[in-house]
């Protein structure tokens, strides 16, 4: 089994000094765009060159070498690097200041261009190492919002989605052909096999990445990225939370949300948690803190983004069975460090 690997997003904000005054480049590259829009200007990046724009920048400003694609309103970058992780499987500063290269020329295009562009996907690979990914995965109306003062910086460093693991599509490949070769499937069949059924587009944002030339990316929704940036600031609670850790290990956490029809809209965030031995709260108590913590999470993100397009939110113990559903409504009521939990979650045990 792959290790996972982890990064904490402040290493994407540690780069040189540079970088600060390109960020205030980029604001007032923002507001000259505003400016400029207002008063019925062309835009600095047309949207017809849009990916031309992005290949051009990073080379000029930053000699990296990337390709972009997009797919319906997400744009997708990819950046080969040689030194991504160190050695002990943690990203390089190097590797970091580069990809934050990234982010900010994708992010300077896209604020200076026509385009309707909503997220963008920055995709890292080692070129020794190919089969580790980064992914990052960012709203360009946060990037807006923060340029503008409207979100502080330590929400918008929450409000990103940062993944280092095992490429999937890499570990697919390798699974069916270790299969093929226990069946003797011939040689020149393999790769047709493997780009007739296991070469699709990815179904998940977990799924997001670049394998062998191949960009493997989604249009990236709104609803979705808000469950995957809750069950990230899940985890990160858990971290910043020592009496927590210290009483149990949360082994997964995950965001989806789904729609059966149009009237049944919902969040589904879904955890697995380990107690430990040792630790200062009962189980009883344990439970309500995780539960608490979970919800809590959830409210700042709906509310934060102004999200209504849902029914409920479901949060779900997979360890222990414990779930409770909690409608939007009550979510709204909901009072960071002032609702008791038992006023707005009902629990239920599968």
Not at 13 to 27: D, E
Request: charged share 30%; aromatic share 12%; with cysteine.
């Amino acid at each position: 089994m792959a290790k996972k690997l982890t990064v904490n997003s402040s290493q994407f904000t540690r780069g040189r000094q540079k970088h600060k005054i390109f960020f205030f480049f980029c604001y007032l590259i923002s507001v000259c765009c505003l400016l400029s829009a207002l008063s019925g200007c062309s835009p600095t990046y047309p949207k017809g060159n849009f990916k031309e724009h992005i290949i051009r920048l990073c080379k000029k400003e930053y000699k990296l070498d990337v390709k972009v694609e997009t797919v319906g309103k997400t744009i997708a970058i990819y950046v080969p690097l040689t030194n991504l992780l160190d050695f002990s499987f943690t990203l390089t500063q190097d590797a970091g200041e580069k990809i934050n290269d990234v982010i900010l020329s994708v992010s300077r295009v896209a604020l200076s261009s026509d385009s309707n562009y909503e997220f963008y996907c920055v995709i890292a690979h080692d070129i020794k190492i190919p089969e580790i990914q980064i992914v990052i995965i960012k709203s360009i109306d946060d990037v807006k919002r923060y340029l503008l003062g409207d979100i502080s910086r330590g929400e918008y460093s929450k409000r990103m989605l940062i993944d280092m693991k095992v490429s999937p599509q890499a570990q697919k490949e390798r699974s069916v052909r270790e299969a093929f070769e226990r069946m003797s499937v011939d040689k020149k069949w393999q790769e047709s096999m493997m780009q007739d059924f296991f070469r699709s587009d990815p179904a998940t944002l977990g799924d997001i990445g670049y394998w062998n030339g191949k960009f493997y990316i989604k249009d990236v929704s709104t609803p979705e990225f808000l469950a995957e940036e809750i069950a990230s600031r899940v985890r990160f609670a858990f971290r910043d939370d020592k009496k927590l850790e210290e009483s149990a290990i949360l082994k997964a956490s995950k965001g989806s949300y789904v729609t059966s029809d149009a009237a049944d809209r919902s969040f589904k965030i879904d955890i697995s948690v380990d107690s430990r031995n040792s630790g200062t709260f009962t189980s009883e108590e344990l439970s309500d803190k995780i539960f608490a913590g979970v919800l809590a999470a959830s409210y700042d993100v709906i509310h934060g983004y102004k999200f209504r397009d849902f029914d409920y939110l479901t949060i779900t113990n997979l360890s222990d069975g414990r779930s409770s559903k909690i409608t939007k409504e009550d979510l709204e009521s909901y009072k960071p460090k002032k609702t008791k939990i038992e006023d707005v979650m009902v629990f239920d045990t599968f």
